[in-house]
């Protein structure tokens, strides 16, 4: 088992920014953490990081809400449940954030820079034009006291920078990566407090980790550079920093950077795209940790059990589409006809031609079995099932002649199988197609050609679940009605 500190009280969290809507990175590191959490009777609190008031996305907090509440990530403290170390929204804790980083400047640890954006723009561009590391050339860092105070008299805009140590070398024992460390000379000045007051992401992270006492922090690969800030502003704001995880990226099957074209990544794209909830979590639970070298398909309790960082990969983690519709598959089999039907219908609305509309829940209940074995995705359904709410099937007549066949031994297929449907003493699949297999036999036809032609007239369809059953839900008078439309649309044809 991975090294704990904190055994009696794990305290992890999920701190999205709200200047996007939720997508799978975001997502998996919320389910690591609330695993984690779960394994180890801890708590896991949902932190809005909102300080980046320039790229907020009206919605984006409630589409991450909701994301949680669909895969049924639930949070101990945070946004609409409250908690004791409130509030979880960055942006009402501005005066925290101001208090602690002006204390830092009294004590020299931090101090004002007075630098204009066109003047840090010019040393960027000098740096880049002598290849020189980039990063803030400490102007401002050596200010004289009368400097400073003509800089404030002067009331331009001001930021407060954290002042780096220039020596030394900053480790972090990463619980995924191991040790990692970085020489201090190489990291700049960074900014805690903008000039608008609002704190970075790095000043406000560091003293929300703290004050909401995070006892683990997982978070993605590609805040691993920052690290070595966070551990230096804990410690000049005498903190005991947090134990660091750092969860490897997530590629796509081409090993390149995940993105649309490998699927849909916002999180409620799946939902919409007809992926279960329960399938999505598995999948996710798989990219970059395992069990072992061969289950799959688990039950959250197994994973929570089992949960683990030592079996968290450092490599990057691959998303695979593919697998993930067939996992969604694998789950859709699993589940209660009447629990599918229910999950079916949202889709079946929004499908289905407004004609079909409504959707008896009875008689769709009657189609589920036919149909759970073939659904990988429910939005599959309304394409799938479409023939069973039609009145009047749309297809090109010739496709009822099979091949081998012509006209006149389509015909007579038809009328064999309206004789022998009418005639039926029960309509029910197993007798229904023992006395039809009789008709095809009767008329020198195979099954193949008989039942293609009958097929074509029942459904429209070439290929569709099991007919017999189909044709027992459908209902004798449909079917009839079918048929007798296949006749005479084939008879009129040229």
């Not at 009280?9 to 953490?33: E, K, M, Q, W």
């Not at 947090?242 to 099957?253: D, S, T, Y």
């Not at 699927?263 to 279960?276: E, P, S």
């Amino acid at each position: 088992m991975e090294k704990l500190t904190r055994t009696d009280n794990v305290r992890v969290r999920f701190a999205p920014s709200p200047t996007g809507f939720p997508h799978i990175g975001n997502i998996r590191t919320a389910l690591f953490n609330w695993l984690f959490a779960k394994r180890h009777g801890g708590k896991f609190i949902v932190r809005v990081e909102d300080t980046d008031q320039d790229r907020l996305v009206p919605g984006a907090t409630d589409a991450v809400l909701a994301a949680l509440d669909w895969l049924g990530i639930d949070w101990d403290e945070g946004p609409r449940v409250g908690g004791p170390f409130g509030p979880y929204l960055q942006s009402e804790r501005l005066d925290i954030y101001q208090k602690l980083a002006d204390d830092l400047v009294d004590r020299g640890l931090a101090y004002r820079c007075y630098c204009t954006e066109e003047r840090l723009k010019e040393m960027r561009e000098e740096q880049a034009r002598s290849k020189e590391r980039t990063g803030y050339d400490r102007l401002c860092r050596n200010l004289s006291q009368d400097e400073r105070n003509r800089k404030e008299d002067e009331g331009g805009r001001s930021v407060i920078r954290f002042a780096v140590p220039k020596s030394g070398v900053t480790a972090v024992s990463d619980l995924i990566r191991g040790e990692v460390v970085w020489q201090n000379e190489v990291l700049d000045d960074f900014i805690l407090i903008k000039s608008d007051g609002f704190p970075t992401y790095h000043m406000a992270v560091v003293t929300d980790d703290h004050l909401m006492e995070i006892s683990h922090v997982m978070r993605a690969e590609e805040w691993l550079p920052s690290t070595p800030r966070h551990l230096q502003l804990h410690q000049a704001l005498g903190f005991d920093p947090p134990q660091f995880a750092h969860l490897p990226m997530i590629l796509g099957p081409d090993r390149s950077k995940l993105s649309k074209r490998h699927g849909a990544t916002f999180v409620l794209d799946y939902r919409d795209q007809g992926f279960l909830h329960e399938a999505l979590v598995n999948f996710l639970e798989l990219v970059g940790w395992s069990l072992d070298d061969h289950t799959e398909i688990m039950t959250p309790s197994t994973v929570i059990e089992n949960f683990g960082l030592e079996r968290v990969n450092k490599a990057p983690a691959i998303f695979d589409y593919e697998k993930l519709t067939w996992m969604n598959g694998m789950y859709i089999r699993q589940l209660p006809e009447e629990d599918l039907a229910d999950r079916i219908m949202p889709f079946l609305e929004d499908g289905l031609p407004k004609e079909c509309l409504p959707v008896d829940r009875d008689y769709l209940l009657r189609i589920v079995p036919l149909i759970q074995e073939r659904t990988k995705l429910l939005t599959d359904v309304a394409e799938m099932s479409e023939f069973f709410f039609q009145t009047d099937l749309d297809f090109d007549p010739q496709r009822l002649i099979q091949k081998g066949m012509d006209r006149q031994t389509a015909l007579a297929a038809l009328a064999a199988c309206q004789t022998e449907i009418s005639n039926a003493k029960i309509f029910e699949h197993e007798p229904l197609e023992a006395a039809l297999r009789v008709a095809a036999t009767g008329l020198e036809l195979s099954p193949r050609q008989f039942f293609g032609t009958l097929r074509v007239a029942a459904t429209g369809r070439d290929a569709t679940p099991p007919l017999f059953e189909t044709m027992e839900v459908l209902g004798r008078e449909r079917v009839l009605d079918r048929i007798q439309q296949a006749i005479s649309r084939l008879g009129d044809s040229d």
